[in-house]
T-cell receptor, first 114, second 113 residues
Framework: DQQVKQNSPSLSVQEGRISILNCDYTNSMFDYFLWYKKYPAEGPTFLISISSIKDKNEDGRFTVFLNKSAKHLSLHIVPSQPGDSAVYFCASVGSNFGNEKLTFGTGTRLTIIP | DGGITQSPKYLFRKEGQNVTLSCEQNLNHDAMYWYRQDPGQGLRLIYYSQIVNDFQKGDIAEGYSVSREKKESFPLTVTSAQKNPTAFYLC????????????FGEGSRLTVL
């Protein structure tokens, strides 16, 4: 029973265009959400997060949107660059819990086409 | 440079053998974690530790063991009792406050022959 779902295993986007990665969750207790980025043969690195008190958080080219009623979050990358090619994991947790309760999605492989 | 180091990067093991994966961090983090990644699945928590000399089972602890004798070190032993040990193993560390920001090592790929 996957509580965090990334339904698109892969996504290809032209360089300079917008990349949109999606994530759905089912657990109503989740109120803190994160995106991690992973290059091949490396560990994931934290990218951006959002709390449920917000519906948008922006950091440079990266913006995360949260739709609580739909239990859906998305990561927008604008403009997309070749270095953005990686696997992106979303993760969720309830703020009453610790980091050990982070639940990860299965990942989306983003390929930026030059 | 501060960071988290896993070794070995690649490891082959015969069935029936135990193997230990090393994880060391110099980030002064109290909490450390072991995850397993399989194709088509998210990261699954094996064990975690929030303080020296204490650790807790995660979601898939069966067939694994850990120790936390030093703050910097959190080795994982994959025992012969683990039914399907071939996987990519990731170690991570963090502060104990909920930030969700884990710092990961580069991973260890274990293949059982």
């Amino acid at each position: 029973d996957q509580q965090v779902k990334q339904n698109s295993p892969s996504l290809s986007v032209q360089e300079g265009r917008i990349s949109i990665l999606n994530c759905d969750y089912t657990n109503s207790m989740f109120d803190y959400f994160l995106w991690y980025k992973k290059y091949p043969a490396e560990g994931p690195t934290f990218l951006i997060s959002i709390s449920s008190i917000k519906d948008k958080n922006e950091d440079g080219r990266f913006t995360v949107f949260l739709n609580k009623s739909a239990k859906h979050l998305s990561l927008h990358i604008v403009p997309s660059q070749p270095g953005d090619s990686a696997v992106y994991f979303c993760a969720s947790v309830g703020s009453n819990f610790g980091n050990e309760k982070l639940t990860f999605g299965t990942g989306t492989r983003l390929t930026i086409i030059p | 440079d501060g960071g988290i180091t896993q070794s070995p990067k690649y490891l082959f093991r015969k069935e029936g053998q135990n193997v230990t994966l090393s994880c060391e961090q110099n980030l002064n983090h109290d909490a450390m974690y072991w995850y397993r990644q399989d194709p088509g699945q998210g990261l699954r928590l094996i064990y975690y530790s929030q303080i020296v000399n204490d650790f807790q089972k995660g979601d898939i602890a069966e067939g694994y063991s850990v120790s936390r004798e030093k703050k910097e070190s959190f080795p994982l032993t994959v025992t012969s009792a683990q039914k399907n040990p071939t996987a990519f193993y990731l170690c991570a560390s963090s502060f104990t406050d909920l930030s969700g920001e884990l710092f990961f090592g580069e991973g260890s790929r274990l293949t059982v022959l």
